[in-house]
């Protein structure tokens, strides 16, 4: 399971501006901004921008400038491939040190959208475990409870992070992971297919 909400993208004119800044070219600019206060890319910028991500990493320095900040909601098995994309990404994670005592523990914490029922079945046990440690650790606040949570918590876990990257951070994304075994990489990279201008500068 993997859940995207609330994302935007950002400093689109800048990124833009500044990629006609080595031929000094700004009066060839011809975008706006629509009555949604999107920037609307128009055709001499889009073929600009096209051309340069097709040129390689070298020429689209500006996409780099192109910034999306989403929140998105994993399992920990996921985000810990996630990980891998460390450079120009930042993300606050909800706390799992903090917080996992905070509510109870139930089924929709967990992503299960792929077990068999047996395995499904013994998951239930699991969570029922956790919510008894958790009551129990409310009223002792022991350390040995408190590990026990931390330390039985599946990676199937569900996670959310504000997450901000920008477009050559996504494109790297795609291209690695559109294929992959994981659901969830299926997903974040359809949520990537959406994004303004994303077949002209990132999913080519």
């Known amino acids: 399971m993997l859940r995207i909400e609330r994302s935007q993208v950002m400093n689109l004119e800048n990124a833009i501006r500044g990629a006609r800044?080595?031929?000094n070219s700004w009066d060839r600019m011809d975008s706006s901004y629509g009555e949604d206060g999107?920037?609307?890319l128009g055709p001499n910028d889009l073929s600009l921008a096209s051309r340069l991500a097709k040129a390689g990493s070298?020429?689209?320095k500006y996409m780099r400038m192109i910034f999306v900040s989403v929140d998105v909601t994993a399992p920990l098995y996921w985000w810990k491939e996630y990980d891998t994309y460390k450079v120009a990404?930042?993300?606050n994670s909800t706390s799992t040190m903090h917080?996992?005592?905070s509510k109870p523990f139930s089924m929709e914490d967990f992503s299960h959208d792929h077990m068999t029922a047996a395995t499904k079945a013994f998951m239930e046990t699991v969570v029922t475990q956790l919510e008894q440690i958790r009551l129990r650790y409310l009223e002792t606040k022991s350390k040995e409870d408190w590990y026990d949570m931390i330390q039985l918590l599946p990676s199937s876990y569900n996670q959310m992070r504000t997450c901000t990257l920008n477009y050559e951070t996504l494109m790297n994304i795609y291209h690695a992971r559109r294929n992959h075994k994981?659901?969830?990489w299926h997903t974040f990279c359809d949520w990537?297919?959406?994004l303004p201008y994303a077949?002209?500068?990132i999913t080519f």
Do not use: C, F, Q
């Open 99 to 101: 917080k996992i005592h």
């Open 182 to 184: 994981l659901a969830e």
């Open 89 to 91: 990404t930042v993300a």
């Open 199 to 201: 077949e002209e500068l």
């Open 38 to 40: 999107s920037y609307i």
């Open 192 to 194: 990537i297919e959406t």
């Open 21 to 23: 800044n080595p031929m």
């Open 58 to 60: 070298d020429h689209r």
